[in-house]
Structure formats: structure tokens, C-alpha cells
């Protein structure tokens, strides 16, 4: 079983629209949790940590989930610049140090 | 100021080749890692180094190697390269993976 699962989607909203995602990960002893954003040909970008009383930025919201052991990324009022790749994050259980990503899902913003 | 800066963007080689990707920090941070990101985007973590100490070593071939002259500095060497290490490699560092990581611009390495 992979460490983090996500939709791969695509998903396809026009502008103004909210979209989710979801993702789901194995390790009940993981304690950081991450979104990333990674545009085309680009590197992974910090979107924001996800924390367990969950926490917004702007139109961004995350939630977490421990007893379901899943994570969730909502965007409010779709932008054509958020178009991009997402990524589900969580440090695993072989050390410290150990980020897993999910294969993330990608968002397509349509005029 | 790059925060962290990895050298070349492109490398194309052929099989059987010796090749070096540098990767650099001036964040301060204390550990920095090698990832994988092959053509179905799937990112994976080969190596991480904490104060020159390799603390993390997934099931990578040892024709992987890396080396870190300081901890500013992480370094990866490729022995006889194969089709299949064709990849975007992603130098990356951090402080803890309490916040997460910082990553370099990727090296998009093809070997023909």
C-alpha cells in the first residue's frame, strides 16, 4: 500500500468555482502533513501545512482527518494562476526526516 | 538569492556514462535530500543527509551515490547510467519535516 493516495484527477473547474481534494495515507503514527503545488516543468512549491485543528489561507482551507487518516485541500473561488499539480504530503515512519508525496492531482482552470 | 540551487537544469548522456548533479543551500537548514520524479510524476525520495550523515537510504542502486563535502552541499553521482535513471532529479533541504521542504529548480536528466 503506497504511503499517501491521492485522485490524480484531472479536474477541470471553471473559473470561480470551489474545488477538493482528498488524499488518504497509511501511517496512523504520521504527525506533519503538507500540501504542495507543483506547476508544469517546475519544482514543488509549499502551499501550506496542514494542522489538525485545520487552518485556512486566504482561499485555501486544509483539514485534516487523523482517526480517517485523511487530508483535504479546498479552493475557494478558482483562479486561472491555480492551475497546477497538487500534492499531498506526510512525513513517514522511517525517520524523522522522510516526506512522502502523493502522486498528486492535477487542476486544470477553465476561462 | 537561489535557496537552494542544483546544477545542471539538463543533463543528456549516453548509457554507460559517469555524471554528477551539484545541489546547493544557503537556508542554514540541516538536512537535505535527493528525489526522483519519473515520467508518471511520481516523486520519491532517494537520499536524505543530516549533518553529513546519511540518515536515509531507500532501495535505490548503488550506482547512486551521494556526497556531502558540508551541509551546505549534496551532491549526487550517477555510475553507468541506464535508460530507465532517465528522470528530473529534485534536490531539496529543510530544517525538520515540521516545515516542510524547500526544493531546487530539478535537473531533467535523459540518457539516450
Known amino acids: 500500500r503506497k504511503e499517501v493516495e491521492q485522485d490524480p484527477g484531472p479536474f477541470n473547474v471553471p473559473e470561480g468555482a470551489t474545488v477538493a481534494f482528498n488524499c488518504t495515507y497509511s501511517?496512523?503514527?504520521?504527525?506533519?502533513f503538507f500540501w504542495y503545488r507543483q506547476d508544469c516543468r517546475k519544482e514543488p512549491k509549499l502551499l501550506m501545512s496542514?494542522?489538525?485543528s485545520g487552518n485556512e489561507d486566504g482561499r485555501f482551507t486544509a483539514q485534516l482527518n487523523r482517526a480517517s487518516q485523511y487530508i483535504s485541500l479546498l479552493i475557494r473561488d478558482s483562479k486561472l494562476s491555480d492551475s497546477a499539480t497538487y500534492l499531498c504530503?506526510?512525513?513517514?515512519?522511517?525517520?524523522?526526516?522522510?516526506?512522502?508525496f502523493g502522486t498528486g492531482t492535477r487542476l486544470t482552470v477553465i476561462p | 538569492d537561489t535557496a537552494v540551487s542544483q546544477t545542471p537544469k539538463y543533463l543528456v548522456t549516453q548509457m554507460g556514462n559517469d555524471k554528477s548533479i551539484k545541489c546547493e543551500q544557503n537556508?542554514?537548514?540541516?538536512?537535505m535530500y535527493w528525489y526522483k520524479q519519473d515520467s508518471k510524476k511520481f516523486l520519491k525520495i532517494m537520499f536524505s543527509?543530516?549533518?553529513?550523515?546519511?540518515?536515509i537510504n531507500e532501495t535505490v542502486p548503488n550506482r547512486f551515490s551521494p556526497k556531502s563535502p558540508d551541509k551546505a552541499h549534496l551532491n549526487l553521482h550517477i555510475n553507468s547510467l541506464e535508460l530507465g535513471d532517465s528522470a528530473v532529479y529534485f534536490c531539496?533541504?529543510?530544517?525538520?519535516?515540521?516545515?516542510?521542504?524547500?526544493f531546487g529548480s530539478g535537473t531533467r536528466l535523459t540518457v539516450v
Open positions: 531539496a533541504s529543510s530544517f525538520s519535516t515540521l516545515q516542510g521542504y524547500t
Open positions: 501511517n496512523s503514527a504520521s504527525q506533519s
Open positions: 496542514v494542522y489538525s
Open positions: 504530503v506526510v512525513n513517514g515512519h522511517r525517520g524523522a526526516n522522510n516526506l512522502f
Open positions: 537556508l542554514g537548514h540541516d538536512t
Open positions: 543527509y543530516n549533518n553529513k550523515e546519511l540518515i
